[in-house]
Structures are given as structure tokens and as C-alpha cells.
């Protein structure tokens, strides 16, 4: 070993495709499982979670318009640029939860084939749950899935970066955008992934990522009138009343989800839509 | 009186009876209610009977019926059996779908030509439809081994009071799960005479429970801790209340709540069939429809031509007794109904919008509002905004189809859209840009019980009909945490 001194990363928000701080100018400290320092990510305010919906917003619109094809290559992309980098994040998950690096190793591996696996539901999920419908009269009528719009998502603190991609991949591969924030305790593998998604040709503003208090911003996810949908699963159970009855302010469609992959957590974030049009000459 | 002019053409009442008083059906029978507020017939103010007004005591008997009913009967009973009861409510609703169209349009208002052509006929295709789910149900898509719920608690408006009985009964029971449900106060009768209907078909005691009663005794429903699922079809402030009031709980919730739908009409569209759309889309059921398209967005090239053309088709509507086999806009349900209207109304001409009806003779007694159209309206005005619930359009117009996309979907609501034209491309695209639940391509107001119904955005959680209103009735073997 040398004696070079190491070049640090300084962690911060992930917005837009850029990689502001918080305006708040806030962080906090994170520390490893011993207790050592590890980093200042910010600590992101209300007002950054309302910059990121304004952009989540445009994103959105055109993502969803991207074919499913389209959608599905990239969320592979995504799978792929993790696996090469699958070292430096076996040592950031190994550093925080005081595992070994084996260890730390089969999580990210894991989280590679989550994200494969959820690729692939790009292009599925009109045959899982669309229809046509046998109306009653000369109609063609027809339902289909369709991507809900802004999601809000809080990630679980268990499991620091396949909770985060838990988190993110179903919600976006339908056309969703989403704001997720990352684990409080363990949120760097998270910004890590940031630089991972920031090289996969996944549109800026699809997947934007904040860091700091859940107590805090967790009841503005749940407020805010432009997020459709929000995904609890990271919310301690007795903060979750609150937080639905604040999302009810505009209906928002709120869910929690057990671990493991499934194609619920695709749908929840999803809408039916159905159309009726004559049939004649 | 021209020589063309329609005589009347009344439907007899004499098959309907309707007694005095009526109490709430619970565990299979009929029991006395406490205190009663009369049920009238809103063309007339006539008082058609005494209905029961159920307090927390009646909620807790009927859940404590249909937990019994749940844990001992019907959740046990093979899906084929189960099945067979709703094929037998359906049949014997086909039966009596005179008597109930009848007594519809008089505790309603609404037309007899409706009552009887759409709202019987589609509640016992509902019922026939998810008869044949109930042995079906790995099938459904929530997995191979699905289950009920529990014990549904279903609260349901007055303006289609039988089918959305049936849009919440059927659904509930094909899946194993037993039923207390609160009619509208205005309208009870059909669901009291629904419960005759179960007597009829030996359907088990405590699978269907009726409570009628006022928003307290809907209130007690929703927050009765033995509920494990609430269906309710309603408007969205009572909607937000309940998702708040179960927020703390387990409960799961499906909402069909209100909408504010966009009624598009290209340059190209048919004009003639357009015409007939967008009365059939606002002038159905006197507005009193979730659903309704009460912002009319026509391109400009086009607007005088169909504003016009809809004038003159306007002027041919019949108001008048529901009865009447000739009317084609009823009686508005209630005088609070009525009032709402006439405020809404009163804040178009204040806020400038241009207001225009027929010349048409109103009853004199009873609740009436004569077909009326806005023009002149921008996106700001309370009547472009606000849902009416009554036969009132507001015409706004566009010159680029972004511009009506994004006119259409400028609402917290979503639950339905409108879209005329004759090119299929320009439907496609339009109707993929549009945040609503139901798009009618060429045509509106349609309904299936194979054809989910639901809204985007504020119009609420969920869907009823075809498979995806199925499962919101239903839970999959392996589901954990899932649907807070």
C-alpha cells in the first residue's frame, strides 16, 4: 500500500440528471457500523422534494411516451452498469452493515437480477392485466395499463441497496417517474446509484433521489399534490396513519409491500384505462 | 299543441307496491327501525313511504349477521353454489324488472324510459355476469388460490340506486364475501325491494344486509371496526373523508367518486352523431351522472356549427313525469340537489359565461331544472371546475388538439372523457393523452358489467366490473403487506 492519500466522494442529491445539493444547505453524518465517519450526504429540505416533482413531472410525460421496448432496454442498461461496479458497492454495503464483502456481494448480484427481472415486465404487463372486453353491443372495448405519473417512494432501511432498487425499478418501468428517499441510515450505496443510472441513458428526471430525515419529509411526500402515487413501504408503521391521512388530500394511491419481487408492486402504480368505440360501417 | 305533438304515455304504477314504512333488512328478515324520515317522489313531493333511519346499533347487528353469515356460510359454500344464488337474484330480478323499473323512476325521478331500458336491465347483467366468476376465481389474477375479504361495508349514491346495488353486491358475494349495505336516504325503495328479491332466492341469512339511513349511518359503517372492506360510490369530499377515516385501520377501499369529464370534438367529427353524444352525455339520467360530459371542448373551426345544431336538438328534449314512456329529462332527485344546481348555475352567469335553455315548461311542483348550456366558459369558472351533478354544459373551445388535451385533463378529477372524430389515429392518440379511467371514442355514457369503470386522480381508488373489479374484492394466498 501506498501512502497516497484517497480522493473522497462527496455525496449528494441526484435531480434532473444533476447532482445538486440541498438548497437548504443541510447534511448529516453517516457512519459506518462501528460508528466511524463515512460521509455528509445532504440532508434534503421540502423544498428540494418540490423542485424534484416539478421536474419529475416533464420526465414523465416523456417516458411514458418511450415504447416498452425502449423502457425495458434501458432498466437492462441500468442492470448492466450496477454489475460492473458491483465491487465498489459490495464496500459501501460492507462498510455500513458490517458485513463481509462476500456478502455484500450477493446483494448487489441480487439486486442486478431484480433489475433484470423487472426489465423484462416492460413489455408483459398489458398482456398480465389489459383486456378486451365482450360488451353487450356493437362496441370494441378495450383496457390496458397505463403509468400513473409522479411516484413518491421510501425506501426500506433494510437492505441499503436492493431495498433502493426495490424501491425505483417497479415504479419506473411502466412510465413512471419517481422521487424516492434513499435509506436514512445507509443511504450511500443509493447516491452511488445514482452515478449508475446517471450512464444509462435513463432519461433525466425518471428517477431522482433524495437523502436525509424520513420523519421529516415523509408527510410532504404524503401532501403534495402533484405525487400520485407513494410507495410506504420504508415508513415505520406507527408514522403510517399519518401519512395516509395526508396523502388522502388528493386521493393518492398509497401502498407498502413485503420483500421479494413481484409484479403487485408494478400494477399498484399503475391505472386501468379503458376505451369503448363503435363497431359499424 | 302542433298536430305532431306527443300525447302522453304513462307507464301504470299499479304494479309497484309500496308500503308505509319500511325497516332494515338484517340476518334474512325485515326489522322495525327505530325512527323513520320519509322517502318522496321528487316530481311530485308526494311521500311515498317512511324508511328507517339506521343508528350504530343497526350497523352493529347487520356486521355482527354477515361476520356469522361470512365465517359460517358463504365463504365456505363451493363457488358453483354460491354462483347459482346469483344466478337466481338475477333471474328473479329479470322477472320483476317491470316493478323495479317502476318503483326506480318514482323514488328517483328518472325517466321510465331509462329506469327500464338501462339502469334494470345492466343491474341484473351485473348480477348474471359475476354469477359465473364465483366458481372461477384462481382465474381472476390475484393467483391460484384467492380469497374473500370478509365482511364488505357499501355505501352507495342516488342516482343510480339499483345498479350500484348490483355493481357492489354481485362483485362482493361471487368472491365469497358477505355484504351490509346503506342505499342512498333519498332512494331506498329498489334496494328495499332487492332485499325481497334475496328472500325469494333463499339466498342465506346474513350474506346481504340493508341499513338504510343519512350520511351518520353511513358514517358508523365505515368506521364499524368488524368492516374489513369498504366499497363506496359517492362524492369526493366524502370519498377523502373516508380514506382518512380508515387510514389507521386495515381496511381496504375501493372509491368510485366524482369527475368533471372532457367531451372533445375535433373539426372532423360527424356532426349529426356528435350532436346526439353530447346530449346523451350530459342530459342522461337529468346530469346526475359521475360521469357526466359536462365540459363540451370543441374546436373552434366547428363550435358555432355544434353549438348550434345543439341548441336546436336541445329544444326537442321532453321534460316532464318520469312515468311518461315520452320523457327524456326527469325530475332532479332532491331539493338540496336542486339547490346545488341553481347555485352552480347563478355563479356561470356571474362569473360571465352565457347561459341558454329552451323554451320548456317546468312541473310545478316537485324539483326541475331545464336543459341548459354555458357558453363563453373559461377554465377558471366554478361550472368548468366544479362537478354540477344536474343537465348543465359548459362549452369551452380549442384550436390544437394539445390545446383540448390539456384543457381536458386541467381537473383533480379523472374518471371519464369524451373524444369525436373520424379519424382513428387522432382517437388513439387522443385517448391515450387523457387521464381518465373511461374513454368513449365516438360515442359516451356506455356501460358492461365486463368493462371496468373507475377513475384516475381524484375520482378515486379502483375499479368495478370485468376482471379488475373482481379483485378488488379478493385477496391472493401470498399477499403480505400489500394494498395499505
Not at chain 1, 22 to 36: A, I, L, M, P, Q
Request: proline share 5%; net charge negative; with cysteine.
Amino acid at each position: 500500500m501506498s501512502d497516497r492519500i484517497e480522493v473522497k466522494k462527496t455525496y449528494k442529491l441526484f435531480i434532473g440528471g444533476a447532482f445538486p445539493r440541498s438548497e437548504s444547505g443541510r447534511t448529516y453524518e453517516v457512519n459506518d457500523h462501528k460508528g466511524g465517519f463515512l460521509a455528509n450526504p445532504a440532508l434534503a429540505s421540502r423544498k428540494d422534494l418540490r423542485d424534484a416533482v416539478v421536474i419529475a413531472r416533464t420526465a414523465h410525460i416523456s417516458w411514458a411516451k418511450a415504447t416498452a421496448y425502449n423502457r425495458g432496454q434501458i432498466l437492462y442498461r441500468i442492470a448492466e452498469m450496477l454489475e460492473g461496479r458491483a465491487d465498489q458497492f459490495a464496500s459501501e454495503i460492507s462498510a455500513l452493515d458490517g458485513i463481509s464483502i462476500k456478502e455484500a456481494l450477493k446483494e448487489v448480484h441480487l439486486s442486478v437480477d431484480r433489475l433484470v427481472w423487472y426489465a423484462g415486465w416492460s413489455d408483459k404487463l398489458s398482456a398480465l392485466v389489459g383486456a378486451t372486453n365482450p360488451v353487450s353491443g356493437p362496441y370494441f372495448n378495450f383496457s390496458i395499463p397505463e403509468p400513473m405519473g409522479v411516484v413518491g417512494a421510501i425506501a426500506t432501511e433494510k437492505n441499503s441497496l436492493l431495498g433502493f432498487i426495490d424501491a425505483i425499478a417497479p415504479i419506473i418501468v411502466s412510465g413512471n417517474s419517481v422521487i424516492v428517499l434513499a435509506s436514512e441510515r445507509a443511504p450511500l450505496p443509493a447516491m452511488s446509484f445514482a452515478e449508475v443510472l446517471a450512464t444509462s441513458d435513463l432519461p433525466p428526471g425518471v428517477c431522482n433521489i433524495l437523502t436525509g430525515s424520513k420523519s421529516e419529509l415523509a408527510p410532504w411526500f404524503a401532501s403534495h399534490m402533484d405525487i400520485d402515487g407513494l410507495d410506504i413501504t420504508g415508513v415505520e408503521h406507527d408514522l403510517r396513519a399519518d401519512v395516509k391521512v395526508a396523502g388522502a388530500e388528493n386521493l393518492k394511491r398509497i401502498h407498502s409491500f413485503a420483500d421479494g419481487q413481484s409484479p403487485a408492486r408494478i400494477l399498484s402504480f399503475m391505472e386501468i384505462k379503458t376505451t369503448w368505440h363503435p363497431i359499424g360501417v | 299543441m302542433t298536430d305532431f305533438d306527443y300525447a302522453p304515455a304513462l307507464e301504470s304504477r299499479s304494479i309497484v307496491t309500496i308500503e308505509s314504512e319500511y325497516g332494515h333488512f338484517i340476518n334474512g328478515e325485515f326489522v322495525k327501525g327505530a325512527n323513520h324520515f320519509p322517502t318522496i317522489n321528487p316530481s311530485n313531493e308526494e311521500v311515498l313511504s317512511q324508511i328507517a333511519l339506521g343508528g350504530a346499533q343497526d350497523i352493529d347487528r347487520a356486521v355482527a349477521s354477515s361476520r356469522v353469515a361470512f365465517e359460517s356460510t358463504w365463504s365456505k359454500m363451493p363457488g358453483k353454489e354460491r354462483g347459482k344464488y346469483l344466478y337466481r337474484i338475477a333471474r328473479i330480478m329479470q322477472e320483476r324488472s317491470r316493478e323495479f323499473a317502476v318503483l326506480e323512476s318514482l323514488d328517483n325521478g328518472k325517466p321510465i324510459r331509462e329506469s327500464r331500458d338501462i339502469d334494470i336491465p345492466l343491474a341484473c347483467a351485473h348480477f348474471f355476469y359475476h354469477a359465473g366468476w364465483a366458481d372461477k376465481l384462481e382465474f381472476a389474477g390475484v393467483g391460484s388460490s384467492p380469497r374473500p375479504l370478509g365482511v364488505a361495508g357499501q355505501i352507495i349514491p342516488w342516482n343510480f340506486p339499483l345498479l350500484m346495488l348490483a355493481w357492489k353486491i354481485a362483485p362482493a358475494l361471487a368472491a365469497g364475501n358477505t355484504v351490509v349495505l346503506k342505499p342512498a336516504e333519498t332512494t331506498s325503495l329498489t334496494a328495499l325491494l332487492f332485499a325481497q328479491v334475496c328472500q325469494q332466492a333463499e339466498l342465506p341469512a346474513g350474506v346481504v344486509n340493508i341499513v338504510t339511513g343519512d350520511g351518520r349511518t353511513g358514517s358508523a359503517l365505515v368506521d364499524h371496526p368488524g368492516i374489513d372492506k369498504i366499497a363506496f360510490t359517492g362524492s369526493t369530499q366524502v370519498g377523502k373523508a373516508i380514506a382518512r377515516a380508515i387510514a389507521p385501520t386495515k381496511k381496504k377501499a375501493t372509491l368510485e367518486l366524482g369527475g368533471k369529464a372532457a367531451n372533445i370534438v375535433f373539426d372532423d367529427a360527424p356532426v349529426d352523431e356528435c350532436v346526439e353524444g353530447i346530449v346523451n352525455g350530459i342530459f342522461f339520467n337529468q346530469g346526475h351522472v359521475c360521469c357526466a360530459g359536462s365540459r363540451l371542448i370543441v374546436q373552434e373551426s366547428v363550435a358555432e356549427e355544434i353549438v348550434s345544431k345543439l341548441k336546436v336538438r336541445m329544444s326537442k328534449i321532453r321534460v316532464g313525469d318520469p312515468l311518461d314512456k315520452n320523457t327524456d329529462l326527469g325530475a332532479i332527485n332532491s331539493a338540496e340537489q336542486l339547490s346545488k344546481i341553481t347555485a352552480l348555475t347563478k355563479s356561470g352567469e356571474d362569473e360571465g359565461a352565457m347561459r341558454w335553455s329552451p323554451e320548456c315548461a317546468l312541473p310545478k311542483k316537485g324539483f326541475w331544472f331545464a336543459p341548459t348550456v354555458f357558453t363563453g366558459v373559461t377554465q377558471a369558472h366554478r361550472i368548468a371546475q366544479e362537478e354540477i351533478f344536474g343537465p348543465v354544459l359548459s362549452v369551452l373551445t380549442f384550436r390544437t388538439p394539445q390545446e383540448a388535451i390539456e384543457k381536458a385533463n386541467n381537473t383533480p378529477y379523472g374518471l371519464s372523457a369524451g373524444v369525436w372524430s373520424e379519424k382513428g389515429s387522432r382517437i388513439h392518440w387522443a385517448s391515450q393523452q387523457l387521464k381518465a379511467g373511461v374513454i368513449w371514442a365516438n360515442t359516451f355514457n356506455k356501460f358492461d358489467p365486463t368493462s371496468p369503470f373507475g377513475g384516475y386522480k381524484e375520482s378515486g381508488w379502483g375499479r368495478e366490473g370485468g376482471s379488475h373489479g373482481l379483485t378488488a374484492y379478493l385477496k391472493s394466498a401470498e399477499e403480505g403487506g400489500n394494498n395499505e
